[in-house]
DNA sequence: TGTAAACTCTATACTTGGTATAGAGTCAAG
DNA sequence: CTTGACTCTATACCAAGTATAGAGTTTACA
């Protein structure tokens, strides 16, 4: 099958399965006498499996440990695993950082309810605040925002 | 002050503040005679606010916008109330699929207690059958997960 | 005064995960 | 036989910086 059907079959942009060969992480397929690339099944399964490890959010890189791992079913699955544990950890550093930052956004945007002028809005106060105070003072409280 | 002393008291690299005043967040300063930047008080309140900014995840786009409302203190400020609670939302989504992900990756990763050999191994079967499943499927089920 | 270290300058390339183009060649239908 | 759809390579672009080379400048110390 060529590129355009491959694309249409896996939901992924033609760009973006030369670019996923261009990483490596995709074979490259043979090609026809009018050098057009000509892709199995094989490959198909091969995008899919890219596509969920995309939507999980790894990493090219990982991706790549990921399927030379499996290219051989007798090695150990462990940096698999490895990969996934640390994907979990990422993640639940991400959630907590923007958490914290959800709150900060929120209680600056609390100081200005109405749309005010510039000279009288506590949002920018506040942002013009935090950041006089991160340049002037070295006590942890302040060091905690900036 | 010149640019080492101004990277030191904002805690941004001199990149950084190089490339700040490449995209005209932070005004082109002064120059000495032989060509270094020489930055005034102002310069600093400015990146310091700016790098406020930052830290609430804003783009430089959108710092943009709300430097340029903030220069005028006659302005409303609308675009700057708009434009947080843009990103509170933003950030909002963002944390919902950060969750979504982490429980399929824990969903997943359940799968494979042990390091196993790859043929074995719950995690990749689990990570396969979700991609074969996006391949044939169009039900709405499955489209959830693809 | 000499010189070496530390600083600054511009310009350019690299990062991630793609997306978007130009310009050329190929294929199928009418 | 030509028009439109498809494909090819190569290159540039996005955000938000980071890193480097190679050149010039300033400062500290002997």
Redesign the interface.
Known sequence: MKIGLLAA?T?LSIQTIRFYERKSLLAAPERTASNYRSYSEDA??QL??I???R???MTIEEIKL?LE??A???????N??TT??K??DD??H??AE??A??G???S??SA?DH???????G??HQ??S???A??SNTDNESQLI?
């Not at 749309?115 to 809005?121: H, Q």
């Open positions: 079959k939901g198909l399964k899919l499996f596509k969920q490890c939507a999980l959010d990921v791992t499996r051989n079913p007798e090695n150990s699955c462990e698999v695993n996934i544990d994907h979990v993640i639940e991400r959630i923007l958490k930052l959800q900060t956004l929120v600056i945007r200005c749309n005010k002028k510039v000279k009288e809005c949002v920018l942002l013009d935090i950041a006089e991160c340049s900036c």
